[in-house]
């Protein structure tokens, strides 16, 4: 018999029971479930609902309910709606009629809204580990190219010389942003609703702020209706995986292009990358691809859940039902994909002389703007003589520093003699000392600032 089947004369159209079951993917919050009845029957025990046997065999009963569903022998039954109805289905037969008392001042709306709660918490967490294997392969590959020169990129054209360390950091910092928001995720997820009941509280005398303690909750919903229908910290979740997925996405388009013929900045090792059913030769970078991919999923995961949400009343409606497979989905898809990019950074061969010899001398036009400003020429000025200095070696079919002493002059006579330092990659990268920048100074400082987040996360 159903939990509300006494107010029903007929039975349930089996259409219905198709569409409204979620027994096939909420199983995932037994753990959560099982734990949130524990606290529920100790709570109930002290408010003296339950004498002291009833409770000692409820939570005997949920105990072995929590092996079953850890070693898998608990299996579903074609008659659970959603994972509540299935423990108490499981917990009925293992202890019998007493079950029943365990829902008393209960609801699954808030019972619902706590496993989810508990269950982002512990999401957040093992992403966050993920993360961080990432970071730490990310700044050991930083490290051990700190100083080498590469070219750095606007609008996927050469713009001023970075080092490999510079570029490859630039990708740690978006990563410990994503940290940083999984935390505020799990802290804005750590609010109790057990005890909110459907919507207008518990008549039971329980003392929620234990329950948030024995749980492992910060705080206490201080609205029941609220409570059962906020699913913000869902959004916020999705948000935050659907924002590290552009960032692991960037990351995967930057290194499909340093790892083609045509970059050559980097090879992808063997075990990470596939072969083509038609050609011999390839070898295909489908990890990165389907990580760059797998972002569309992320994104619209955060869009279905907001859409959602954006016309429910007030209190629980069953269209919640629709938060969980994508905050799980999320999960999975991230759980897999940043693995994936972690093996491929750790993998991956850098072909230092093929980006140092990569950085055109185009690429040195700032500095040689900068060398006029030091001269007196205000900086407009400068762009335009540089600019001219550009395009009489492209009239020419030469490169800029193939131009004579007397071309130079010809744009400024600010420029004199020989403008070889200019052209030197070390000697641009050391003039940027500013904090953030690609001196040596900077780029050690930069590197032992992540390294300290690291060790702050960790």
Known sequence: MKMWGGRMSKPTDPLVERFNASASFDYRLAREDIRGSMAWASALGRAGILNEEEKTAILSGLTALQGGFADGTFSADASDEDIHSAVERRLTELIGPVAGKLHTGRSRNDQVATDFRLWIMGACSLLSSEVIALQQTLVGCASSGLHAPMPGYTHLRQAQPVTWGHWVLSHFWP????????????????????????????????????????????????????????????????????????????????????????????????????????????????????????????????????????????????????????????????????????????????NRERMADAVAPEAFAVDLADYLVARGLPFRQAHAAVGKAVRLAESRGIRLNALAPEDWASVSPLFEGELVNNFDVHAVLNRRGAEGGTSPRALVEQLQAAQARLKAHQ
Request: aromatic share 6%; with cysteine; hydrophobic share 45%.
């Open 175 to 350: 990563l410990d942003r994503d940290l940083r928001r999984l935390e505020q995720c799990a802290l804005e997820a750590s609010v109790l609703p057990l005890g909110s009941g459907a919507l207008a509280g518990t008549s039971v005398p329980v003392d929620r702020v234990d329950l948030a303690a024995q749980l492992g909750f910060s705080a206490v919903s201080p609205n029941s209706q609220d409570a059962v229908a906020d699913r913000d910290f869902a959004a916020v979740f999705l948000f935050d995986c659907a924002l590290m997925g552009v960032h692991l996405s960037r990351l995967a388009e930057q290194l499909v292009l340093f790892s083609t013929e045509e970059f050559g900045f980097v090879e992808l090792d063997e075990s990470f990358t596939t072969g083509s059913s038609l050609m011999p030769q390839k070898r295909n970078p489908d990890p990165l691809e389907l990580t760059r991919g797998k972002t569309g999923r992320l994104i619209g995961h955060l869009a279905g859940l907001l859409s959602t949400l954006k016309g429910l009343p007030s209190a629980y409606d069953k269209d919640l039902q629709e938060d969980k497979e994508p905050a799980f989905d999320a999960m999975e898809t991230l759980m897999a994909a940043v693995p994936v990019v972690t093996g491929v950074v750790r993998t991956m061969r850098v």
